[in-house]
C-alpha cells in the first residue's frame, strides 16, 4: 500500500514545444481508485508513464509511499502497469503468464501456484489456466492481465486505458470486477481512460486534465454539480452541459438578442469582461411556450427507451448553439417545432467568458 505524490511534476517531448504535462500537482490516498481522465492527447497516459519510470521528468518530484522515485529503474519502483493491449507471453500458457514474474523472483514452485490459483479462481480464470492467450476472447485477455498484476502484489496499480479493446457489454462488466478487486485488495490505482462513463463509475475521485493541465480533481458528483471551469462543465457529463454565450449586467445574465432571456445570477468577483457562459445540464431545463424561456428550434429528437433528448438550436448567424433537454418520451417535441427552453435557476452554472472560470456563486 503506498500514496502517491505528484509536485510540480511536468514532462515535455522534443518534437513539441508544449509541455505533455506541465506542472501537475495531485495527491493520492493509500488504498485511493484514482482517474485521470481527459480527451486525447490531454497528457494523462504520460503522467502514469512518468509515475511508471517510462518517461523522464521535466521538472518537479514524483514521491511513492513518501519516497522520491526518479532515481529508480521502472523495475524497481514496485508498480505494475495494466496497458490496452494487455502484453500477454503468447507462447505462454493462462498460468505461465500469471505467475511468470513470482517464477523470476524466485518464489518456489508451490507458493506460486498456489497464488496463481487463488487469482485464478477470483478473476473466473480457474478453467482456462492451460490455455494460450490466442485461444481467450478479449474479456478473458483482458482479465490475464489484470490477474498478472494482482499476482504480484505491487504498491501501486497503474492502469492505461485497459477496457480501451472490448465492446460495451464486456466494458460494463469488466469495469465492475475492475472496481471490486481494487475495494478488496485495497491497492492504490491510478486508472487512465478518456470515457467519462467508466470514470464516473470506477473512481473514488476523478482528476481531469487539458493540454497537459491539471483543471480539477473531486468527486464524480462533485465535478459534475460543481464544474470549476467552462472546459470540466463541458466535458463531464454525457450528453453535456448546455454552454450559452450571455451579457452580465447588474445581477442578470441576458441571453439571446430580440427575444431576451434574463437569468438572475450571483458572481464571485469582478469578471473579466461583461461576456459570461451561462451553463444547465438537459436534466434540469424544461420545455415552455415559445416567447417564455430561451427561444429555440428543434432540430433531432434522439429517443432512448424510457427517456429522450431533443437537440434544439438556438440564435442566428455567429450567435447559434445548440442545446439539448432531456424529456419524457411522451412529452418530447417533434422537429420543426418552436419551443421555449426553460432552464431551472436552482440549476445555473456561470462561467467567465474571457477566463473560463466559474464565476457564479
Known amino acids: 500500500m503506498a500514496t502517491v505524490d505528484f509536485i510540480r511534476a511536468s514532462c515535455s517531448y522534443r518534437d513539441d514545444k508544449r509541455k505533455a504535462v506541465d506542472n501537475l500537482t495531485l495527491s493520492v490516498a493509500d488504498g485511493e481508485f484514482l482517474v485521470l481522465l481527459g480527451p486525447s492527447g490531454c497528457g494523462k497516459t504520460t503522467a502514469l508513464r512518468m509515475l511508471a519510470g517510462l518517461e523522464p521528468l521535466a521538472g518537479g518530484r514524483i514521491l511513492v509511499a513518501g519516497q522520491d522515485v526518479d532515481g529508480l529503474a521502472p523495475g524497481d519502483r514496485d508498480l505494475a502497469m495494466i496497458f490496452q493491449n494487455y ?67 505491487p504498491r501501486v496499480f497503474l492502469m492505461d486505458e485497459p477496457l480501451g479493446a472490448l465492446d460495451a457489454k464486456l466494458r460494463a462488466a469488466a469495469r465492475t470486477r475492475i472496481a471490486t478487486m481494487q ?21 473514488d475521485r476523478i482528476a481531469i486534465m487539458n493540454r497537459g493541465v491539471l483543471q480539477q480533481v473531486d468527486t464524480p458528483r462533485r465535478l459534475y454539480d460543481h464544474p470549476e471551469n467552462e472546459f470540466v462543465a463541458g466535458f463531464v457529463g454525457s450528453p453535456a452541459m448546455n454552454l450559452v454565450p450571455g451579457t452580465y449586467k447588474h445581477g442578470w445574465a441576458l441571453i439571446g438578442e430580440s427575444d431576451v432571456f434574463e437569468v438572475p445570477v450571483e458572481v464571485a468577483g469582478p469578471l473579466s469582461s461583461p461576456a459570461v457562459l451561462v451553463g444547465f445540464r438537459p436534466e434540469h431545463a424544461t420545455f415552455t411556450a415559445p416567447g417564455n424561456g430561451i427561444y429555440a428550434t428543434v432540430e433531432a429528437v434522439e429517443r432512448l427507451g424510457h427517456t429522450a433528448y431533443a437537440h434544439c438550436e438556438m440564435g442566428v448567424g455567429r450567435g447559434r448553439r445548440n442545446l439539448i433537454v432531456r424529456c419524457e418520451m411522451d412529452e418530447a417535441p417533434r422537429p420543426g417545432a418552436r419551443v421555449g427552453v426553460l432552464p431551472d435557476l436552482r440549476e445555473v452554472h456561470v462561467f467567465d467568458g474571457e477566463t473560463g472560470l466559474r464565476a457564479g456563486k
Do not use: C, W
Open 87 to 153: 502484453a500477454l507471453f503468447p507462447h505462454m500458457t493462462v498460468a505461465r503468464n500469471l505467475g511468470f514474474r513470482m517464477e523470476l523472483s524466485g518464489a518456489p514452485p508451490s507458493a506460486v501456484s498456489r497464488r496463481v490459483r487463488r487469482i485464478a479462481a477470483e478473476l473466473g480464470l480457474s478453467d482456462r489456466l492451460d490455455r494460450l492467450p490466442r485461444t481467450l476472447s478479449g474479456g478473458e485477455q483482458q482479465r490475464v492481465a489484470i490477474g498478472r498484476a494482482m499476482v504480484r502484489e
Open 183 to 203: 475495494r478488496k485488495s485495497g491497492t492504490t490505482t491510478l486508472y487512465v481512460t478518456h470515457d467519462q462513463v467508466e470514470a464516473m463509475a470506477m473512481g
